[in-house]
């Protein structure tokens, strides 16, 4: 069975590097106060935070950039002066000809604006807090034309509390879930991010510290809780834990969270079969078709490997004593 250790080795080999996370937060830094001080959208801006996995503590190490879709996501909420009054339309406009001015390659989204750099997507949203951030707070909808709720601070102080209340180990577990899904990509990208997160705190053994078990008992239940929406066609609706009234799976199609399902059985099964598997060799072979080729190897065949690597060497003693045959002098 694969150990404590091996998992908590793997756990520390996809966290995001220190470089990353001073990568990061240059490309945060920048726009942020870029927008604070510009002559015009000043009068706009009221305040930024952070928001997303990475002030979660949910990232797992990023990818190289190869393409448009391999950089790390980073999330920025800028607090406005906007009223619900505003056209969403032109919040969304106003901040993407600011942020144009300096980011030449902007790109207007549904609810934010996105800019990029070598390493990193940055989504800023911009949200408004009319009884100020105690209270409901919006975000703007090109869309639908309106504001919608939103609460990105209590999305991270749900996370806190959840990975509280599973003693510390549902912030791992869910980087495990995250790169699970990295490596076994299917015909859809959802769910991801933040799903993944409530779909990990809905199925989790909150009272389980074995690595091993927690990770796959998680995905056996998902194929539990989940196989009647699947035999009735429609995707499951998971509240949003900052109590908003809004499912996190709204947007999400029965093809997408079909796909997501099919995957998750599936490798519930492989790692079933890896707990039980005897052979170490052929477990960490399991391990690695769900995680990937960068799980460590399973440590008692390592030590097996360095046991085996010499011939033994037999000691015996004789059953009398033992005469030099040409005694030197003054020998005793």
Known sequence: MATQQQFRD???DIEPSNTTKERASRAHTGPRDFLAAHEKFRNYHVKTFLSG??????AIRRRVADTEEDRADIDVI?????TK??????????LYTTLKEKYSGAKKNVRSVTIRTNDFKVDIVPIIAPNGMEGTLYIPDRDLGDWVETNPPRHTQWTVDTNRKA???????????????RENPTGFRKPKGFVLECIAAECMDYNQSVWQELFVTTFEQMVARYSGYIQLAVVPTIADPAGTGIPITKGMTFDEFKDFYEMVQRHAQIGRG???EEDSEKETGMWRKIFGPRFPACASRTIESLLTAAPPISLTFPNKPVNPANKPRGFA
């Not at 996995?53 to 949910?58: A, K």
């Not at 800028?78 to 906007?82: D, E, I, L």
């Open 10 to 12: 793997f756990l520390t």
């Open 53 to 58: 996995s990475h002030v979660r503590d949910t």
């Open 78 to 82: 800028v607090v406005t002066r906007h």
């Open 85 to 94: 009054a505003d056209e969403p339309e032109d919040v969304i406009s106003r």
């Open 167 to 181: 003693d510390g180990r549902f912030k791992p577990l869910v980087k495990l879930v995250k790169w699970w899904r």
């Open 274 to 276: 890896a707990i039980e």
